[in-house]
C-alpha cells in the first residue's frame, strides 16, 4: 500500500469551480500526432486518467485562423466542426475522474500563418520569431484587432465548454503565447494602454479572463501558464516581474502554471538539467497568489515531489515527460510500486516527434501514442500465443524490452548476453558525459526482470548458429546490436574514404571500451545527432586538443529536434573545442585531415595526432545470416521463428530499439503482418 510520505500527494485540491482529486497535474504537452491523429491523441490522454493523474491538459490548441505555427502538428479549435474530435479528448481524460483541460494558444508573434496565409498579428509588428526564420512579419495590432481576439477567445471557450472540458489553460509561456507576448517588453513595445507599464502590459490578460468568466466561468477554472524567467536580461519579461505581475494580478487565473523561458529551457534534457532544475525560479512565487501553483521539473522521485509541496513551493506536481515515460506513475506511487515507476531518462526524443512533425516517440515508454494506433497499452500485454519459450540473443535495449513484455505476455524468456554486463550500448553509453540518467532504460528493466519468475538471463555467453540449433527455443530472437564503422562510410561517404594507414583512427566502441587517442584529435561527426558532440567532451576531459568538423550547419544538428543543439555548442565552447562547421573530411593523411567545404569544395588541411570518426553503425547480423543459412534444420531443432531487431537489424536511436523490442513482443505468434499496413489509421472525410 501507499508509503504516508506521499499521502500529501493524494489530496484533494481546488482550482476554480473544480477539485483535482490529487496533486498530479500532466501539463500541456505536444505529442506529434494532433489534429491529424485525433483519435490517436485522445487513446494516449485516455490511458493518463487511467494511470491516475487529477488533471490532464491537451496539448497546445490554436484557436483561430489568424494564428498557427503550421508545420508544427498540434490541436485546432477554430470554429464548431472541430468540436467533435476534442470532445472525443475531453471524454477520455475524464474516465477516471480525472480533469479535463485544454490549452488555448494564440500564438502571435510566433505564428507565421504558413497554411492559412494571413497576416500575422502581435502586439508589435516585428519578425515573426521561430524554430525556422520564416521570413513573415507581423502586423501590429490595433484596438479593433484587440477587441476581435478578446471575442475569439470568448468564442473559443465556448466552444471547450460544449466539448466538455473543465479548465483552460491560456498560453503565455516558453515565449510561444499572446499572453507573454503583451507581458514582455521585447515584444510589447507599444505606446497604448496596452504597453508601458507593467500593469498596462497586463491589460490583455486581465481582460481576456474576465471575458472568459463572465462567458463560461461557473463551470470552468482558468489557469495562466506564464514563464518564469523570459532569460533575455532586463529587456524580458524576467523572474522578477514575473513576481510583480502575479503579486499585482493576485487572483487573477484560478491557478499559476509556471513554467521556465524557452522551451528549451523548460524541456531541459538530463544531460544539461538536472531533476527540480526550476526549483529556485518557482519558491517564493506561491506565497504572492492565493490561487493555487503548478510548476515542471522532471520530477519522476516521488521524495522530491512530497518535499515540493511540504515546503510549499508547488501545489500541484506538474509532469510532462515523467507522464509520457510513465503514463502509470501516480497509480504506481499510490499502491506503494515505486521501484515500477518507469523514469523518463530526459533524452527528449519525445520531443523529436512535434519537432519533425512525426509521430511521437519514447526511449522508455515503446507504447507511446501507439495505444490507439497499434492498440498498446503501456502496462498490459496481449494474451500468450501457442508457442511457449523465447530465446533473446542480446540485452540491448531491443532484447531487454522484448524479454520485459514477452515474460508479461507469459512466455518463458532466456536471454543470452556475451559480455559480462548486461545492457549492450547502453551499458557503454551511460558512462559518457552527461548520460548517466540514460541508464535507467536498462536499470529499470533489469528490476522488472528480476522480478519475474519466467526470465533468465546469462551474461558472458555469446552464442553462435550451433548452440542455437542445440538449445531448440521455439523462438530466437536476434538483438545482437551494431558497432561502429571505421572506414568513414556515413552520409559524405557511400563508400570507404581515402585513409593513410599511419593516421591512429577511432571508434566510438574505441572511446567507450578506453582505447582514447592523444593530442590533438579531430573528431568528424558525420552522425549529426549526440555521439559527435559528447564524445568531443570526452576527450577534452582526458586532456587532447580537440577539433570537431562536421559538414552540417551545426554542431550535433539532429539535437536541435532534441532542443539540445544550443546547449551543445554552447558547452564544446566553453570545453575549447575548435567548432567547425560546413566542412566535411574528404581523406585522412599521415599527420592531417583534408578537409572540404560542403559548399564549395575549397580544401584546407588540418594537422592532427589522431582522428575519431562518428559516421554511421554496421549490424552485427552474422548469427542471424547464419541461422537463416541453416533454416532447414529449424524443424528438427524445434524452432519456429527466427527474427532480428532492433539496431542488428538496422541502427537507430534508442528509442527504436526499444520500440523494435516491444514490437517484436506483442506480435509474436500473431499473424505475419510484414510491411503491410501495420496500425489504424485516422483518414480525413472527404467533404460533400
Ligand atoms: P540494441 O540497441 O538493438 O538493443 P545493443 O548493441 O545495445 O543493441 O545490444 C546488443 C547486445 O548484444 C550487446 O550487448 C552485445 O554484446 C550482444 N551480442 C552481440 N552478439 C551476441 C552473440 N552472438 N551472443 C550473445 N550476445 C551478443
Ligand atoms: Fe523522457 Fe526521453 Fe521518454 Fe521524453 S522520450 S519522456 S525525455 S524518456
Known amino acids: 500500500m501507499r508509503d504516508p510520505r506521499y499521502d500529501i500527494l493524494f489530496e484533494p485540491v481546488k482550482i476554480g469551480p473544480h477539485t483535482a482529486k490529487n496533486r498530479f497535474y500532466q501539463v500541456p504537452h505536444c505529442n506529434g500526432g494532433g489534429y491529424r491523429d485525433p483519435s490517436a491523441a485522445a487513446e494516449m490522454r485516455g490511458v493518463k486518467a487511467e494511470g491516475g493523474?487529477?488533471?490532464?491538459?491537451?496539448?497546445?490548441?490554436?484557436?483561430?485562423?489568424?494564428?498557427?505555427i503550421t508545420p508544427f502538428i498540434e490541436l485546432r479549435l477554430w470554429e464548431d466542426q472541430d468540436i467533435p474530435s476534442i470532445a472525443r479528448m475531453a471524454e477520455r481524460m475524464k474516465t477516471h475522474g480525472g480533469l479535463a483541460g485544454i490549452q488555448l494558444a494564440y500564438s502571435g508573434i510566433n505564428g507565421p500563418n504558413l497554411y492559412t496565409k494571413e497576416v500575422p498579428l502581435a502586439p508589435t509588428a516585428l519578425p515573426i520569431r521561430t524554430f525556422t526564420n520564416d521570413p513573415v512579419q507581423?502586423?501590429?495590432?490595433?484596438?479593433?484587432?484587440?477587441?476581435?481576439?478578446?471575442?475569439?477567445?470568448?468564442?473559443?471557450?465556448k466552444r471547450c465548454h460544449t466539448a466538455g472540458f473543465d479548465l483552460i489553460c491560456l498560453y503565455g509561456a516558453h515565449g510561444f503565447g499572446i499572453f507573454q507576448h503583451f507581458l514582455?517588453?521585447?515584444t510589447n513595445q507599444r505606446m497604448d494602454e496596452y504597453g508601458g507599464s507593467l500593469e498596462n502590459r497586463a491589460r490583455f490578460a486581465r481582460e481576456v479572463i474576465a471575458d472568459m468568466r463572465e462567458a463560461v466561468g461557473e463551470t470552468m477554472a482558468f489557469t495562466l501558464r506564464v514563464s518564469l524567467d523570459e532569460t533575455i536580461g532586463e529587456l524580458g519579461f524576467s523572474n522578477a516581474e514575473v513576481r510583480d505581475f502575479i503579486e499585482m494580478n493576485r487572483d487573477l487565473p484560478d491557478l499559476w502554471d509556471l513554467a521556465h523561458g524557452t522551451w528549451e529551457d523548460c524541456s531541459g534534457p538530463s544531460r544539461f538539467k538536472e531533476e527540480a532544475a526550476q526549483e529556485q525560479l518557482v519558491r517564493?512565487?506561491?506565497?504572492?497568489?492565493?490561487?493555487?501553483?503548478?510548476?515542471?521539473?522532471?520530477?519522476?522521485?516521488?521524495?522530491?515531489?512530497?518535499?515540493?509541496?511540504?515546503?510549499?513551493?508547488?501545489?500541484?506536481?506538474?509532469?510532462?515527460?515523467?507522464?509520457?515515460?510513465?503514463?502509470?506513475?501516480?497509480?504506481?506511487?499510490?499502491?506503494?510500486?515505486?521501484?515500477?515507476?518507469?523514469?523518463?531518462?530526459?533524452?527528449?526524443?519525445?520531443?523529436?516527434?512535434?519537432?519533425?512533425?512525426?509521430?511521437?516517440?519514447?526511449?522508455?515508454?515503446?507504447?507511446?501514442?501507439?495505444?490507439?494506433?497499434?492498440?498498446?497499452?503501456?502496462?498490459?500485454?496481449?494474451?500468450?500465443?501457442?508457442?511457449?519459450?523465447?530465446?533473446?540473443?542480446?540485452?540491448?535495449?531491443?532484447?531487454?524490452?522484448?524479454?520485459?513484455?514477452?515474460?508479461?505476455?507469459?512466455?518463458?524468456?532466456?536471454i543470452a548476453e556475451a559480455r559480462d554486463e548486461i545492457g549492450g550500448r547502453v551499458a557503454r553509453e551511460r558512462k559518457l558525459p552527461g548520460l548517466s540518467a540514460w541508464g535507467r532504460v536498462v536499470d529499470y528493466r533489469q528490476y522488472q526482470l528480476s522480478q519475474r519468475p519466467n526470465v533468465e538471463t546469462y551474461p558472458a555467453s555469446r552464442l553462435d548458429a550451433e548452440q542455437i540449433l542445440e538449445f531448440g527455443f521455439h523462438n530466437v530472437c536476434i538483438a545482437t546490436g551494431a558497432h561502429w564503422r571505421?572506414?568513414?562510410?556515413?552520409?559524405?561517404?557511400?563508400?570507404?574514404?581515402?585513409?593513410?594507414?599511419?593516421?591512429?583512427?577511432?571508434?566510438?566502441?574505441?572511446?567507450?571500451?578506453?582505447?582514447?587517442?592523444?593530442?590533438?584529435?579531430?573528431?568528424?561527426?558525420?552522425d549529426h545527432y549526440y555521439m559527435g558532440g559528447v564524445l568531443a567532451e570526452l576527450l577534452t576531459q582526458i586532456g587532447c586538443e580537440v577539433t570537431l568538423i562536421t559538414p552540417a550547419p551545426y554542431v550535433s544538428d539532429w539535437a536541435r529536434n532534441t532542443l539540445e543543439q544550443t546547449a551543445i555548442h554552447v558547452r564544446l565552447a566553453a570545453a575549447g573545442v575548435r567548432i567547425v562547421l560546413n566542412r566535411g573530411v574528404a581523406a585522412i593523411l599521415a599527420g592531417a585531415v583534408e578537409t572540404n567545404c560542403s559548399y564549395t569544395d575549397a580544401r584546407e588541411r588540418t594537422p592532427c595526432d589522431a582522428v575519431v570518426i562518428v559516421g554511421s553503425r554496421l549490424s552485427e547480423d552474422d548469427l542471424f545470416h547464419d541461422l537463416q543459412a541453416r533454416k532447414a534444420e529449424w524443424a528438427d531443432a524445434g524452432i519456429l521463428s527466427v527474427?532480428?531487431?532492433?539496431?542488428?537489424?538496422?541502427?537507430?536511436?534508442?528509442?527504436?530499439?526499444?520500440?523494435?523490442?516491444?514490437?517484436?513482443?506483442?506480435?509474436?505468434?500473431?499473424?505475419?503482418?510484414?510491411?503491410?499496413?501495420?496500425?489504424?489509421?485516422?483518414?480525413?472525410?472527404?467533404?460533400?
Not at 497568489?289 to 516521488?302: A, C, I, L, N, Q
Not at 523518463?344 to 519514447?362: A, E, K, S, V, Y
Not at 593513410?500 to 579531430?522: F, H, I, N, Q
Not at 501495420?678 to 460533400?688: C, I, K, N, Y
Request: charged share 30%.
Open 284 to 414: 517564493g512565487i506561491r506565497e504572492l497568489s492565493d490561487k493555487p501553483v503548478v510548476g515542471v521539473g522532471r520530477f519522476t522521485s516521488p521524495d522530491v515531489m512530497a518535499r515540493m509541496i511540504r515546503q510549499g513551493t508547488l501545489d500541484f506536481i506538474g509532469c510532462a515527460r515523467p507522464s509520457i515515460a510513465d503514463p502509470f506513475l501516480p497509480k504506481k506511487i499510490e499502491e506503494g510500486r515505486i521501484e515500477d515507476i518507469r523514469e523518463c531518462i530526459g533524452c527528449n526524443i519525445c520531443i523529436t516527434g512535434d519537432m519533425t512533425q512525426g509521430m511521437g516517440r519514447c526511449t522508455q515508454n515503446p507504447t507511446w501514442m501507439e495505444e490507439w494506433r497499434r492498440g498498446w497499452h503501456p502496462e498490459r500485454m496481449n494474451a500468450k500465443g501457442a508457442s511457449q519459450n523465447v530465446l533473446i540473443v542480446g540485452s540491448g535495449p531491443a532484447g531487454l524490452e522484448a524479454a520485459r513484455a514477452l515474460s508479461l505476455r507469459g512466455y518463458d524468456v532466456a
Open 138 to 157: 507581423a502586423r501590429a495590432m490595433d484596438r479593433q484587432d484587440i477587441r476581435n481576439l478578446r471575442r475569439w477567445f470568448v468564442n473559443a471557450a
Open 53 to 68: 493523474w487529477g488533471v490532464i491538459f491537451t496539448e497546445q490548441t490554436e484557436m483561430h485562423p489568424s494564428s498557427e
Open 184 to 186: 514582455s517588453r521585447a
Open 643 to 688: 527474427k532480428v531487431i532492433g539496431d542488428a537489424c538496422a541502427p537507430g536511436p534508442i528509442a527504436w530499439a526499444t520500440h523494435a523490442g516491444h514490437r517484436y513482443a506483442r506480435e509474436l505468434d500473431e499473424p505475419e503482418r510484414g510491411y503491410d499496413m501495420p496500425f489504424r489509421r485516422e483518414v480525413t472525410r472527404l467533404a460533400d
Open 486 to 526: 571505421a572506414d568513414g562510410v556515413a552520409r559524405q561517404h557511400v563508400v570507404p574514404m581515402p585513409m593513410d594507414k599511419a593516421m591512429p583512427v577511432y571508434t566510438p566502441d574505441d572511446l567507450m571500451e578506453g582505447r582514447v587517442p592523444k593530442g590533438r584529435v579531430v573528431v568528424y561527426d558525420d
